[in-house]
Nanobody
Framework: QVVLVESGGGLVQPGASLRLSCVTSGRSFTNSDIAWFRQAPGKEREFVAALRGRPSTSHYADSVKGRFTISRDNTKTTVYLQMNDLYVEDTAVYYC????????????????????WGQGTPVTVSA
C-alpha cells in the first residue's frame, strides 16, 4: 500500500520559513515525478512545485518561484518543500502527490497526473 505522509506545517508570521516533508512508503518513487499542491480556504487546489524523477528537474508556480525549493533526500523516500519569505497568501493546506507514470511536461502541473496523495499539512501565515 502506497502511503504519503506530510508534516512540518504550522503557524508562522510573514517573512518566516518552514520546511515541509513528505515521507513515501509502499513503493519506490526514486525515479518518479512528485509534486506539492496547496488549497487555500474557499479556493481550488493549485500546483506549487514538482520534482521530476529523470532527469531531476524542478518546476514551480510563478507565485512561489524564488521563495520555495523542492528537493529529495539521499534515500529518495522523502521529499521536501523549503518555503522562505512566506506571505499571508501562502496560507493553505499543502499536499504531497506522486505518480508511478511518467508525466509529460505539459501535464506536470495538473492534479489528474498524480495517483497518490497525502492527507495534507496546514500552513498558516499570519501577523
Amino acid at each position: 500500500q502506497v502511503v504519503l505522509v506530510e508534516s512540518g506545517g504550522g503557524l508562522v508570521q510573514p517573512g518566516a520559513s518552514l520546511r515541509l516533508s513528505c515521507v513515501t512508503s509502499g513503493r519506490s518513487f526514486t525515479n518518479s515525478d512528485i509534486a506539492w499542491f496547496r488549497q487555500a480556504p474557499g479556493k481550488e487546489r493549485e500546483f506549487v512545485a514538482a520534482l521530476r524523477g529523470r532527469p531531476s528537474t524542478s518546476h514551480y508556480a510563478d507565485s512561489v518561484k524564488g521563495r520555495f525549493t523542492i528537493s529529495r533526500d539521499n534515500t529518495k523516500t522523502t521529499v521536501y518543500l523549503q518555503m522562505n519569505d512566506l506571505y499571508v497568501e501562502d496560507t493553505a493546506v499543502y499536499y504531497c502527490a506522486a505518480t508511478e507514470r511518467r508525466v509529460i511536461l505539459s501535464e506536470l502541473r495538473k492534479e489528474k497526473s498524480y495517483d497518490y496523495w497525502g492527507q495534507g499539512t496546514p500552513v498558516t501565515v499570519s501577523a
